[in-house]
């Protein structure tokens, strides 16, 4: 089974970046995508932004297009969510989400299967 791994969530003040990585393992399928989504306290939960590792295509949100950054290593297995001029907007819990058999950056968080523990973003004035 497809094992998720996040790390890099924490406190920043306004204006101050943060990087968040998923390390995945356990994918048995050559196509397979890995996304980030977010939920803040009493909001639904939002896709930020994925990676697709079959043709490397990328899915920015445009509330965060032009700040954050996502980026493969590792053979694709890991991806990296720079966030840049982080605001209080961006505070949420950061969920790496996963599936394979296919290469849709879906938006929609019921088509992933695979889900990471979370990783708070706290950003203060």
């Known amino acids: 089974e497809v094992q998720l791994v996040e790390s890099g969530g924490g406190l920043v003040q306004i204006g101050e970046s943060l990087r968040l990585s998923c390390a995945a393992s356990?994918?048995?399928?050559?196509?397979?995508?890995i996304s980030w989504f977010r939920q803040a306290p009493g909001k639904e939960r939002e896709a930020v932004s994925c990676?697709?590792?079959?043709?490397?295509?990328?899915f920015v949100a445009d509330s965060v297009k032009g700040r954050f950054f996502i980026s493969p290593a590792n053979a694709k297995t890991t991806v990296n969510l720079q966030m840049n001029r982080l605001n209080s907007e961006d505070t949420a819990v950061y969920y790496c989400?996963?599936?394979?058999?296919?290469?849709?950056?879906?938006?929609?968080?019921?088509?992933?299967?695979?889900w990471g523990q979370g990783t708070q973003v706290t950003v203060s004035s």
């Open positions: 356990g994918f048995t399928e050559d196509d397979f995508v």
């Open positions: 989400a996963a599936d394979e058999g296919h290469f849709n950056c879906y938006t929609d968080a019921s088509k992933f299967r695979y």
């Open positions: 990676f697709s590792a079959s043709d490397g295509w990328t």
